[in-house]
């Protein structure tokens, strides 16, 4: 594995060595951390009673996320801070685990019976089970236009 090594543009480069260098280098190399905003990958299944939502979180613990409902939305966010200690193993020569924080939120619809929403979090993914409204507690959003 080959390790490469962020190489700032100095003024006495040439300018196209000092542009080259701005847009091929990630901001995390320039400002030299890994605590950057993320977001997490989610998977959404559905089936006739519920909706099952997979996030996918390794290395935070369950106390790490809050959940909650906001104007018809579902927010998901967590955060986790930085461990400043040195590895066990030695110094690190690149360190790509990112503990971060982030925030995704999802649009809530009518059919989801919100107060049997729950959530689980094992083995870095967080598992939420959204489950529908009987058909006769959902509300008919059925309107006639008249043309005019």
């Known amino acids: 594995m080959n390790i490469a ?30 605590s950057m905003l993320s977001s997490p990958s989610v998977n959404i299944t559905e089936n006739d009673s519920q909706f099952v939502l997979h996030l996918a979180a390794p290395g935070l613990t369950k106390q790490d996320f809050n959940i909650s409902i906001e104007n018809d939305h579902l927010v998901i966010s967590a955060e986790k801070k930085s461990e400043k200690e040195e590895s066990k193993e030695g110094k690190f020569t690149r360190r790509e685990f990112n503990y971060t924080s982030f925030k995704r939120t ?6 989801i019976n919100r107060e049997g929403i729950t959530a689980a979090y094992e083995d870095g993914v ?22 005019k």
Do not use: C, Y
């Not at 999802?106 to 059919?111: H, I, S």
């Open 5 to 34: 090594k962020f190489n700032h543009a100095h003024p006495s480069d040439s300018i196209s060595k000092w542009i080259d260098t701005l847009f091929n280098t990630s901001l995390a190399d320039v400002i030299g951390t890994d």
């Open 106 to 111: 999802f649009p809530l619809d009518d059919m």
């Open 126 to 147: 967080l598992k939420m089970t959204l489950p529908k409204k009987e058909e006769s507690a959902r509300k008919q959003i059925s309107q006639t236009i008249e043309i």
